[in-house]
């Protein structure tokens, strides 16, 4: 009798935590894609005769003001990645000769030119690209697009930064959503707005978004561990809920590409010793990458069927929040970095590719197209390159 109770207890326990870490909207995917996850791990080992090659795309939440603070402490946070991140990785290089590439995703809400002065530089000495975020509130669609019109061309014209179409020219930018409430996605219609969000997206020139996942936060979609193309129903919120694999089928039209990082369980980082935590691909102070952590992103199996040799890691990080800028900008990341280049040194058959989310864009499409070639010559083939 007293081991029943106590099961009980514990599954209550164990119940009451799916639901407060919100499991319940994405871990019947998880466990329905158990063999998918299976064969990538096994690829990933090199068990299975292929090479492997891993294209790492670092998005960040690039936020100055992060945490409320003043313009003199915002305008350090920015000084310091344009002056340090050179230093730190600038001896680094990947197997098509780059150093580590750094996504900057700046908020619409929070422009400062010289903040995007500084990160122009920055790109344009080789280290990344910048992208936009966007947090609001109680928003319309009219406000919405008339909002990402104006940046994207602000930041186009002033700044020199973002995309170009290569079929019409227009501006191309990739997206993340603030508070993670893409498409009006919250449960508590907080933190956007706008149920045809993904419509605006495309229609301003938004080519694909990075937002996802979002676990814990119940904005996560029960889709995961997936390239794929999301069309808008513009009367319901959270319609990146479900789409089609890219490569798969055609592309809906006016379907938005969504290019999803890692999200699984970690059964060696155990919560009480007993219960698995929750692996997302964030970087963060209490969540630094490591070699471990990159066999569980690499298990993912985000990719595209064509392509089984590519795996695309898309992480994600805050990198002006003050308790993870020692890690980002010092010695873990930087001995991540190298432990990938040495693991890559070691094995002729596993490569690594630093790129941009514009870049993983252009590979995914290259992919889906079916080319077979090298990482290198599609970066910017075939739809998006550099103003």
């Known amino acids: 009798m007293l081991v029943i109770i106590v099961l009980c207890a514990l599954a209550v326990v164990i119940a009451g935590l799916i639901r407060h870490r919100n499991l319940h909207l994405w871990l019947m995917s998880y466990l329905r894609t158990a063999s998918r996850r299976g064969d990538a791990a096994r690829r990933a080992k090199g068990t299975k005769k292929q090479d492997v090659h891993v294209l790492l795309c670092l998005a960040d939440h ?56 500084a990160l122009s530089d920055l790109c344009r000495g080789g280290f990344g690209e910048v992208e936009v975020h966007l947090h609001h509130e109680r928003d319309s669609a009219e406000a919405l697009a008339q909002k990402l019109s104006r940046y994207t061309q602000l930041l186009a014209s002033r700044h020199g930064l973002l995309s170009r179409r290569r079929d019409d020219g227009r501006i191309g930018y990739a997206f993340i959503h603030g508070n993670w409430a893409l498409d009006n996605s919250h449960p508590s219609g907080r933190f956007c707005g706008v149920n045809n969000e993904l419509n605006i997206l495309v229609q301003t020139g938004c080519y694909a978004d990075f937002t996802m996942p979002s676990a814990p936060s119940p904005t996560q979609s029960r889709k995961i561990n997936s390239i794929y193309w999301a069309l808008d129903d513009p009367h319901s919120p959270k319609s990146h809920d479900t789409g089609v694999d890219v490569g798969s089928a055609a592309q809906p039209p006016g379907a938005l590409m969504m290019i999803q990082g890692p999200l699984g369980l970690d059964w060696r980082r155990r ?117």
């Open 62 to 117: 690039f936020e100055p003001f992060h945490g409320g603070v003043g313009a003199e402490v915002a305008q350090h946070r920015v000084t310091a990645w344009a002056e340090q991140y050179p230093r730190l990785v600038g001896h680094l290089r990947d197997a098509d000769g780059c150093p580590p590439q750094h996504t900057f995703f700046y908020p619409l809400e929070q422009y400062e030119p010289t903040h995007l002065d």
């Open 271 to 387: 919560k009480w010793g007993v219960l698995p935590r929750i692996e997302n691909g964030c970087l963060q102070a209490s969540q630094e990458p490591d070699m471990h952590r990159l066999d569980l992103w690499l298990r993912a199996g985000v990719g595209i069927a064509a392509r089984p040799d590519w795996f695309f890691v898309k992480l994600y990080t805050h990198g002006c929040a003050a308790a993870n800028q020692p890690m980002l900008l010092g010695r873990p990341l930087v001995s991540f970095y190298e432990a990938l280049i040495a693991r890559a040194a070691a094995d002729r058959h596993f490569q690594v590719h630093f790129v941009t989310a514009r870049q993983m864009y252009n590979l995914a499409i290259a992919a889906e197209a079916g080319y077979q070639g090298p990482v290198n010559k599609v970066k910017n083939f075939p739809q998006i390159f550099p103003i």
